[in-house]
Every structure is written in C-alpha cells, then in structure tokens.
C-alpha cells in the first residue's frame, strides 16, 4: 500500500471532476497534516478512533487525524488502489500512537494480522495480570480486548487438570472448561444485572486473563506432588488472580454493591483453586 | 473440492479458498471421526476446539479479506462504549471480486453451520453432554463468524449505495459549476 508515493502518479484523466478531486484532497491534506493516504477501504468510522493497540505493527501513517470517508471516496478516483489481495511486504510498520484512523487493515499481508494478534495477546496480558500504572483506570485496561488469550487459558488449565486427574480425565476436562466458560458469562451478567457499566466482551476478556496465574499455578502442582506446596501455591495465584480482577470488577458497579460483584468472582477462582488442589 | 476447473472464471485465490475450507472440514471430519482416532475426550475436544478456533482466525482475518473483501471487529471508544466496526472494499474492488470466490465463501460458511447444528442434534437426542459442549463450542464460533460477515455485507451495500448518490450529486453540481464558468 503505497502513501505517498501515489501522490506523484501522472495518469490522471484530466477531466473537471479530478481537478475538483485534487483540490479538494490538496485542502484536505493542508487541514489533517498528514499525507494523503490512498486507502481502497472506506471506514465508517465517524467517531474518533480509540487507542487501538490493535493497529500496533500496522501501517498507519504518523499523525493520523480522523479520515472521514468522503476524503477517502474522492481518493479512491486516483488509479492506483491495488487490487484486493496484493501480499506486498508492506514493512513500513510505523507504530501507531493510539489515535487516527484504523489502518487499510483489509490489505495487510497476513503475517501483519498475525503479529498483530499475538501481540494484542501479550499487551492484554500484561496489562491485566502485571502490575502496571494503568491500574488506576482499570476501564482503560482492556480497551481492546480479545478472546484469544482466555480461550487458551481455559483450554491449557483443563488439560492441565485433566492431566493431573489420574480417573475421569474427560470429566475433569469438561467440567474445568464449562465451568470456566459459563461461569465468566454468568459474572459478567451479574455485573451488568447490578446496573454496573461493563461490556460484556470486556469483561468476558478480562476474566479470562485473571486465569493466568492459576494456569501457572495449575502447572506447577501437575509438576509436584506434595499437597502441601500445592495449597501453598494455589494460595498464592489465587491471589494474584483475585488482585488482577478486583479493581476492574469493582470499579465498574456502584461502592455499595461492590462486594455483591466481587464475592462470585473470588468465588469462581477459589472453585478452580480447590480444583486443582484436590485433584490426584 | 476442484480447484482447477476450466471454466470461464476460476477460482481467483484458490489457496485462500483451500485454507477457507481446510479448517472447518478438518475440524467437522476430525469430530465424525473421533473415535477412530483417539478415545480421550479432551483430546477431542481440544483438537475440534482448536481446528474451529483456527477457522474462525482464518475466515475472520484472511479469506473475508480476500474473498468478499469485508473485514469486521469491534472496537471500544474513549468513552467506554463498544462500537462495530465494518470495512468494505471500495465500489470498483468490490466489482472486481470473483464470483466463484464469493460464493464458496458464503456456502460454505452456512453449511458449516448447519452441519454443526446436525450434530448437535445427534448429540443432544444421544445425551452426551460432553460432545454437545464440543458442538456448542464451534457452533458458536460459526455463528458469530456469520452474523459478522452478514452484517458487514449490509454495511457496505448501504455505503454503496451512499456513495453512489453522492458521486451523482458531486457530478451534477460540478458540471454545474463548469457550466457557470463558462458563462
């Protein structure tokens, strides 16, 4: 996907409605600052875009400005959109400083997607389950969720488990991972039905990257044993998990009904917990 | 599936239509099969789950994209509110897409679908809670890929035709403008 190199094609038909077209992108470049970016996707986009950490390693051009689609329409009458598919090394990953526009993400080789996935994955995690100076705006933590990470999470803690059963593996495994699953959509309603303000997905995603201390937990326990070491490490990431999802939890229903937010919350994770303890 | 069929137009992404189909065949066949294959459960359903996960990753990111040429997700503004987003090829792309490609795609997204609810069926009239958590899984994923898409193919008909009258208006207007100056 060419920027500005575009902007220097000669094959323009020289007809009133290009010259109008030039004109007007030439003002709408003087106003955005910013180079007149040849998308061949239109975006709906008519609010300003969020901090996407979703466009990280994905083309945007540095200070993207909201786009609106009819600047990108009259672009579109330049004779150099690439067809669909074109896998180009588009390498110019220039890193997105959280406002403008989403990028051409409709012709991004795949590679791009797919490191732009993983590193979603490991950006929420970090932001969720490691200390972090965003804590203090827990709304903002998971701006841009995603399932995958939960999904793995849920997936790797009941094999764990299973694996750790020595009867009824398939059980062991159904019940962790139905557990899991119903029990994250069940709290997130109990959120909502307190009349807390919370989006589903959200905290679905949110949920699911409290789990990761106790798939660490669960690991360590399939490793050793001693049911001593085990209660003491689950002690421990449960912990963790509950200190991960306390302050999204809390902060998004009213202070009177915190506890009656968080109480099914630590008691999901104490469940998983005891899972994992009692398991042999 | 044959990918190299002489007809007048041919596939025109045949390794994306081959992924397209990859996945949700091989978790389907992967299911029907599984008891030839292994006798754990987990193992089972970690596979299907994943292989369904998988073709989702891919319908969602890759064949969308360059198949029918939408894109949709969802994103969260400042403000707290969760927006859906939809992205469409502009009007000349989206002329230019072949049409064997788009309807591999959206066949094969429904019968996914309905093959899923057929074993759900199965397993819902056999009472095997367990495999039904299976089919529920991918039947979900399904689902959730087609509403997406369904919705993102309104979006973009409704920008068309946005676009459509409003290049009308732009044109009228500047022939009139040029009218003028001539004047």
Same mark, same amino acid.
């Given at each position: 996907?060419?920027n500005?190199?575009?902007d220097?094609i000669?094959?323009?038909p020289?007809?009133?409605?290009?010259? @109008?077209?030039?004109?007007?992108?030439?003002?709408?470049?003087s106003?955005h600052?910013?180079?007149?970016?040849v998308?061949?996707?239109?975006?709906p986009?008519?609010?300003?875009?969020?901090s996407?950490?979703?466009?990280?390693?994905?083309?945007?051009?540095?200070?993207p400005?909201?786009?609106?689609?009819?600047?990108?329409?009259k672009?579109?009458?330049?004779?150099?959109?690439?067809?669909p598919?074109?896998?180009?090394?588009?390498?110019?990953?220039i890193?997105?400083n959280g406002?403008?526009?989403?990028?051409?993400t409709?012709?991004?080789?795949v590679?791009? %997607?797919?490191?732009?996935?993983l590193?979603?994955i490991?950006?929420?995690l970090?932001?969720? /389950?490691?200390?972090?100076? &965003?804590?203090?705006?827990p709304?903002k933590?998971?701006?841009?969720?995603?399932?995958?990470?939960?999904?793995?999470?849920?997936?790797?803690?009941?094999v764990?488990?299973?694996?750790?059963?020595? /009867?009824?593996?398939?059980?062991?495994?159904?019940v962790?991972?139905?557990?899991?699953a119903?029990?994250?959509?069940?709290? %997130?309603?109990?959120?909502?039905?307190?009349?807390?303000?919370?989006?589903? &997905?959200?905290?679905?995603?949110?949920?699911?990257y409290?789990? &990761?201390?106790?798939?660490?937990?669960?690991?360590?326990?399939?490793?050793?044993?001693?049911v001593?070491?085990? /209660? @003491?490490?689950?002690?421990?990431?449960?912990?963790?998990?509950?200190?991960?999802?306390?302050?999204?939890?809390?902060?998004a229903?009213?202070?009177?009904r915190?506890?009656?937010?968080?109480?099914?919350?630590?008691?999901?994770?104490?469940?998983?917990? &005891?899972?994992?303890?009692? @398991?042999? | 599936?044959?990918?190299?069929?002489?007809?007048?137009?041919?596939?025109?992404?045949?390794k994306?239509?081959f992924?397209?189909?990859?996945f949700?065949?091989?978790?389907?066949?992967?299911?029907m $099969?599984?008891?030839?294959?292994a006798?754990?459960?987990?193992?089972?359903?970690?596979?299907?789950?994943?292989?369904?996960? $998988?073709?989702? =990753?891919?319908v969602?990111n890759?064949? +969308?994209?360059?198949l029918v040429?939408?894109?949709? =997700?969802?994103?969260?503004?400042?403000?707290?509110?969760?927006? =859906? !987003?939809?992205?469409c090829?502009?009007?000349?792309?989206?002329?230019r897409?072949?049409?064997?490609?788009? =309807?591999?795609?959206?066949? *094969?997204?429904y019968?996914?679908? #309905?093959?899923?609810? #057929?074993? +759900?069926i199965?397993?819902l009239?056999?009472?095997?809670?367990?495999?039904?958590?299976v089919?529920?899984?991918?039947?979900?994923l399904?689902?959730?890929? #087609?509403?997406?898409f369904t919705k993102?193919r309104?979006?973009?008909?409704?920008?068309?035709?946005?676009?459509?009258? !409003?290049?009308?208006?732009? !044109?009228?207007?500047? *022939?009139?403008?040029?009218?003028?100056?001539?004047?």
């Amino acid at each position: 996907m060419s920027n500005s190199h575009s902007d220097t094609i000669p094959l323009r038909p020289s007809n009133s409605q290009s010259d @109008i077209d030039e004109i007007r992108s030439l003002i709408d470049d003087s106003v955005h600052s910013g180079p007149a970016v040849v998308l061949p996707a239109r975006h709906p986009a008519t609010t300003p875009p969020p901090s996407s950490s979703p466009f990280i390693s994905s083309n945007i051009p540095p200070p993207p400005p909201v786009s609106s689609s009819s600047s990108l329409q009259k672009l579109q009458s330049v004779p150099a959109a690439p067809p669909p598919p074109p896998p180009v090394g588009n390498s110019s990953s220039i890193v997105a400083n959280g406002f403008g526009p989403p990028p051409n993400t409709l012709t991004e080789p795949v590679l791009d %997607t797919v490191k732009r996935d993983l590193w979603r994955i490991v950006s929420n995690l970090k932001l969720v /389950v490691f200390p972090n100076p &965003f804590r203090e705006d827990p709304g903002k933590a998971l701006r841009d969720w995603d399932l995958w990470g939960p999904f793995f999470f849920i997936v790797f803690l009941g094999v764990a488990l299973s694996w750790s059963a020595s /009867v009824k593996k398939s059980q062991v495994f159904a019940v962790a991972f139905a557990l899991l699953a119903a029990g994250a959509v069940i709290l %997130t309603l109990n959120v909502l039905l307190l009349g807390g303000h919370i989006i589903f &997905f959200q905290s679905l995603s949110l949920l699911g990257y409290c789990l &990761f201390p106790l798939d660490v937990g669960a690991l360590i326990c399939m490793l050793k044993d001693n049911v001593v070491a085990k /209660v @003491i490490i689950v002690c421990l990431a449960l912990a963790w998990s509950s200190w991960a999802a306390y302050p999204f939890m809390s902060s998004a229903v009213n202070p009177n009904r915190k506890a009656l937010a968080l109480y099914p919350v630590l008691l999901m994770y104490l469940s998983v917990g &005891f899972l994992i303890i009692a @398991i042999d | 599936m044959d990918l190299s069929q002489p007809e007048e137009e041919n596939y025109a992404n045949p390794k994306t239509c081959f992924f397209h189909v990859l996945f949700k065949a091989s978790a389907l066949a992967f299911y029907m $099969l599984s008891t030839l294959f292994a006798d754990s459960f987990v193992i089972i359903f970690v596979i299907t789950v994943v292989l369904a996960a $998988l073709d989702f =990753w891919v319908v969602k990111n890759v064949s +969308g994209r360059i198949l029918v040429g939408l894109r949709w =997700w969802n994103e969260i503004n400042e403000q707290g509110e969760s927006i =859906w !987003r939809f992205e469409c090829l502009d009007h000349e792309s989206l002329a230019r897409i072949n049409q064997k490609d788009s =309807w591999l795609f959206w066949w *094969t997204l429904y019968l996914n679908a #309905i093959a899923w609810t #057929i074993f +759900g069926i199965f397993s819902l009239v056999r009472l095997e809670v367990d495999y039904l958590l299976v089919v529920g899984v991918c039947l979900s994923l399904a689902i959730a890929n #087609i509403i997406g898409f369904t919705k993102c193919r309104k979006d973009a008909k409704n920008k068309i035709q946005a676009f459509a009258s !409003r290049t009308i208006a732009s !044109r009228f207007s500047s *022939t009139l403008q040029s009218a003028f100056s001539l004047v």
